[in-house]
């Protein structure tokens, strides 16, 4: 198994619409990136400990590839807008791949450069590609939060 970490906005609907994806094991929403030891959604919220809102995805290179799951990433959000997705903005929303391995790091590099050259947005991608940090899992009443309510989908 290996792990993808995902920042696109609001983690709800990126949660998801991942889980839904054949060979991804399991997904938890949570926080990376930031300052602040074992922060709380509250704590986030302020725009201040610089942590992004996250989807850590477990996945079976067998069925699924890292690959595949980045397109379906720079498919879910708009990757050109800094700090914000849609109604949301902070620091907290930013687009950022955070890399497991090299080989992660290539291929979000490779691809956000395959994206600019076919100029498949309008504006430049602002995703940043970071080495993956300590993940903390965000709280319970968060995790697979839309699929809790019978919700299909949410603003993304």
């Known amino acids: 198994m290996e792990k993808a970490t995902f920042g696109a906005g609001c983690f709800w609907g990126v949660e998801l619409r991942f889980q ?3 060979g991804v094991i399991s997904t938890a929403v949570g926080y990376e990136g930031g300052s602040l030891e074992s922060p709380t959604y509250k704590e986030v919220c302020t725009d201040r400990t610089g942590h992004a809102e ?7 290179p067998a069925k699924v590839s890292f690959q595949q ?5 720079f498919e879910l959000h708009d990757p050109t807008q ?3 997705q849609g109604p949301d903005y902070g620091t907290q929303y930013r687009t950022v791949v955070f890399f497991h391995s090299p080989e992660q790091e290539a291929a979000a590099h490779a691809t956000i450069a395959r994206l600019t050259e076919a100029k498949a947005f309008d504006k430049p991608i602002v995703t940043q590609v970071v080495p993956a940090e300590t993940f903390w899992k965000a709280e319970e009443y968060h995790q697979k939060y839309l699929e809790k309510r019978g919700m299909a989908a949410c603003h993304i």
Do not use: H
């Open 54 to 60: 996250v989807v850590e995805i477990e996945f079976d």
């Open 69 to 73: 799951l980045l397109d379906l990433f």
């Open 82 to 84: 800094l700090n914000r």
């Open 20 to 22: 839904q994806v054949p």
